[in-house]
């Protein structure tokens, strides 16, 4: 048996006397997630009591009223200063769905306007927008159509419509966060995001939100995937302390009037120009499709890492990477040796480590001698015992004092040779 309440309910949608519900409040949620009904009303009602309840607001009906705000999933707040009383419901599921009534009661019949609730899964969307870019810098453009350009605009990660406003990294009203900026061109209708210092950890899916306020907000999905940043080329380039280097710099065929950079720095992120000190000078040539490089005079702190490109935005293929190591050239000569000293310069982590050569030709040139003396006296020694084996000399026998002093030049010969201070002779080599 109905109660008096439905029994009212009904002969008010029969006789039409239910004069408020001339509109239909439409409201779309999404699954698992929240949704929020605002229901308004006439001045003068803002002491009665406000509610929520479904179908045919039975008293088994009413889900939530101004009385008892707060009831499991529901809750209920009334703004008299606006007079718009605010209804939540949180965890939606599709039994949730359906038809609703804000309810105002009044002695004699309520005020009803009628609500219908439409939920949606919490993902977007058909169609997805992919980006490749490298690390370093990107702009995602995100287009809305013209009568929403004065609604807020705002990108989140992931692929919740649900909580992509919350969870912004940026929006129209900041326009700038960290590493993130936000420009809206309402003219072409298009706002596009910025996001400078791109690593392969910025990859993933985003979402270009427009908010509207009765209805859900409106997504653009893009899928960004960050590569690793390379270079068109790589280069390794040895120059000597005190002389001149020239280093060649290509660049694509379609940047040939773009503005030429030289800097140096161990990353493109930190890199310094340095064309404007004067041992530097930088000339195009754009039929080559390079640009020079020239160094008129190097020094030990210009060994590092050098970039050399045409588009100051960075944008992978426009650049090259040189990694220069300086040479120290040092000759030093003393008697009867030379020390040739080759340093690598600073900055070194890609050429071999710095090696020192020294030549000393001086010790071949006295191991040439000891041979040579040692032959000599041998010989001396062979054609002693041939005329000691002679009865009769054809030739008359040399003086004492002739033969102490050959003895005494071998002696001159042993202390010339042997007793230098880089050499020791053994006592073989003489007899």
């Known amino acids: 048996m109905w109660s008096l309440h439905n029994l009212l309910f009904t002969l008010c949608i029969v006789l039409r006397c239910v004069t408020t519900a001339v509109e239909v409040i439409h409201v779309t949620g999404y699954l698992g997630s929240m949704v929020k009904v605002f229901c308004s009303y006439d001045e003068g ?22 009385s008892n705000p707060v009831i499991n999933k529901y809750g209920i707040h009334d703004d008299k ?40 899964r919490d993902n977007c969307c058909d169609t997805v927008t992919k980006i490749q870019s490298y690390e370093g810098y990107e702009s995602i453009s995100c287009p809305y159509e013209s009568q929403y350009q004065n609604s807020l605009k705002y990108i989140c990660r992931g692929n919740r419509p649900s909580t ?26 298009t706002f596009t995001v910025n996001i400078n210092n791109l690593t392969q950890n910025d990859s993933g899916s985003y979402l270009c939100g427009v908010h509207r306020n009765s209805k859900l907000d409106i997504f653009t999905y893009v899928e960004l995937e960050v590569q690793e940043w390379c270079c068109l080329n790589s280069i390794k380039i040895n120059g000597t ?10 660049y694509p065929a379609q940047n040939w009037d773009y503005k030429k950079l030289f800097c140096k720095g161990d990353h493109r992120n930190n890199c310094t120009n340095v064309t404007s000190q004067r041992r530097f000078t930088l000339q195009d040539d754009a039929y080559s499709n390079s640009f020079l490089v020239r160094i008129t005079e190097l020094e030990a702190a210009d060994a590092g890492t050098y970039w050399c490109g045409s588009d100051s935005q960075w944008r992978v293929g426009n650049y090259t990477k040189i990694q220069l190591s300086v040479v120290f050239l040092q000759h030093t000569t003393t008697e009867n040796f030379t020390t040739i000293l080759e340093i690598v310069g600073p900055n070194s982590t890609d050429v071999p480590d710095a090696t020192v050569y020294v030549v000393f030709a001086a010790r071949s040139v ?9 032959v000599i006296v041998h010989k001396y020694k062979y054609y002693k015992l ?10 008359p026998p040399k003086a004492a004092e002739e033969e102490e002093l050959s003895a005494a030049d071998v002696q001159k010969l042993k202390s010339i040779v042997c007793h230098k201070p880089y050499y020791k002779c053994p006592p073989l080599f003489f007899a």
């Open 45 to 66: 009602y803002e002491s009665y009591e406000k509610y929520l309840c479904k179908n045919d607001c039975g008293s088994y009906d009413v889900l939530i009223t101004t």
């Open 81 to 120: 200063t606006t007079r718009i009383f605010t209804t939540t419901i949180s965890d939606l599921h599709s039994v949730d769905a359906g038809q609703y009534w804000c309810g105002v009661t009044r002695t004699g019949s309520d005020i009803y306007t009628e609500v219908k609730l439409e939920l949606v």
């Open 164 to 189: 992509c406003l919350q969870q912004a990294l940026i929006t129209s009203d900041t326009k700038s966060n960290g590493r993130f900026t936000l420009d809206d061109d309402k003219v072409s209708g």
């Open 241 to 250: 302390v005190g002389h001149p280097l020239t280093l060649w710099c290509p």
């Open 366 to 374: 006295l191991l040439l001698l000891l041979l040579c003396a040692l």
């Open 386 to 395: 041939k005329e000691a084996e002679v009865p009769i000399s054809r030739h």
